[in-house]
């Protein structure tokens, strides 16, 4: 029983680098979420998806781009890393009904020099 | 500007006591209300979650109160355990832009002395 699945966990970058963090769900959800947590600040939504093929923006999408291809995955890019992405991105899924909660992986701690 | 608000940002209790965390919330559309709890290194994970027709919500130990005339929610733990050290997250979830959109707090950690 996965539920939520991020890939990679940790990840050191420098600045200006590129990539693409992986998030994977088997539980047929139709949404599917990016947050970035930073201490003090709580979670906050960077991008999301309604469902396949579909994206919109979040709170904080500058400097972010996403993509769900299929349904169970949702992709977070970088592509030119900056010191302020510094944080842990966490991804979440939910049933597209009301009140539903969402189920979270574990995190990628990303850390950009 | 911070919709959902919890203003204690840690809270210590004996092992055996309540355990009271609080949230205050500014927007009137929000109509359910979740906790999460979160232990270091690993995602949130869904609490106990209230509707805003209705004012309490049990599950066990864990009980959500919610005040609609404050805008004020509040998570009792009864008894408090040492495993209930984490850090709890309130959320409140509206309809906006033809999804549910949902906005977290920054969270309270709780620490339960044994």
């Known amino acids: 029983n996965a539920g939520v699945t991020q890939t990679p966990k940790f990840r050191v970058l420098k600045t200006g680098q590129s990539m693409t963090l992986l998030c994977a769900q088997d539980m047929n959800h139709e949404y599917m979420y990016w947050y970035r947590q930073d201490p003090g600040m709580g979670l906050r939504l960077i991008h999301y998806?309604?469902?396949?093929?579909?994206?919109a923006k979040g709170e904080v999408p500058d400097g972010y781009n996403v993509s769900r291809l299929k349904k169970q995955n949702f992709l977070l890019g970088l592509e030119s890393a900056a010191p302020s992405q510094t944080s842990v991105y966490f991804c979440?899924?939910?049933?597209?009904?009301?009140?539903?909660?969402?189920?979270f992986g574990d995190g990628t701690r990303l850390s950009i020099l | 500007d911070q919709q959902v608000k919890q203003n204690s940002p840690s809270l210590s209790v004996q092992e055996g006591r309540i355990s009271i965390l609080n949230c205050d919330y500014t927007?009137?559309?929000?109509?359910?209300f979740l906790w999460y709890k979160k232990y270091p290194a690993e995602g949130p994970t869904f609490l106990i979650s209230?509707?805003?027709?209705?004012d309490k919500n049990e599950d066990g130990r864990f009980t959500v109160f919610l005040n609609k005339s404050a805008k004020h929610l509040s998570l009792h733990i009864v008894p408090s355990q040492p495993g209930d050290s984490a850090v709890y997250f309130c959320?409140?979830?509206?309809?906006?832009?033809?999804?549910?959109?949902?906005?977290f707090g920054t969270g309270t950690k709780l620490q339960v002395i044994p």
């Open positions: 209230i509707s805003s027709i209705k």
């Open positions: 979440a899924s939910s049933h597209q009904d009301r009140g539903q909660p969402q189920h």
């Open positions: 959320a409140a979830s509206a309809r906006s832009g033809g999804y549910q959109k949902v906005t």
């Open positions: 998806s309604v469902g396949e093929g579909t994206t």
């Open positions: 927007n009137s559309m929000f109509d359910y």
